[in-house]
């Protein structure tokens, strides 16, 4: 059987979703990067920053340099955690929320657009051969982890690929 179309296709469609996220993102005014952490800070309001640098997968260095990004561009606040004064919690601010919302809405119509046509149970059956093609690839090293360790690992393979 012949896989290469079907591989080079799905290859082609990440990568124009790739390029047209990113100008999504200019628009919103974050980085791919910093769109991570506010995304995990709303999920998970009150956090620390080494939570969300373990969670994500950075290292703490780049967490802090993130945060400090966002902090100054009035995305993200932090604050004494009340139960424990040497702990910092992160916050959206309202221009955060705001943001998140409106990035959120550019990429649901982006993903509308991109599924245009498509029945939902064609919708569902891609999801399923996803899934699938997925627990073929993985072994246990990756199984378990969430999409934003998966995708850090995927940046690091890349950069290791340049060295």
Known sequence: MQYYEAVAAM??????????????MADSGLHPGQRRIVAYIRQHPGCTQKEAADELDVTPASAAASLKRLEKA???????????ARRNQLFLTPQGEEQMDKSGRQFEQLDREMFSGMTDQEVNDFRRACE????????????HLTIWKLAQRAHEAEEDKGK
Do not use: Q, W, Y
């Not at 009035?74 to 424990?84: L, T």
């Not at 699938?132 to 199984?143: E, I, Q, S, W, Y």
């Open 11 to 24: 290859h082609r469609l990440h990568l124009l979703r790739t390029i047209r996220s990113r100008s999504l």
């Open 74 to 84: 009035g995305v993200v606040v932090r604050r004494p955690d009340e139960n424990d």
């Open 132 to 143: 699938k093609m997925f627990d073929n690839l993985a072994d246990d090293g990756c199984r």
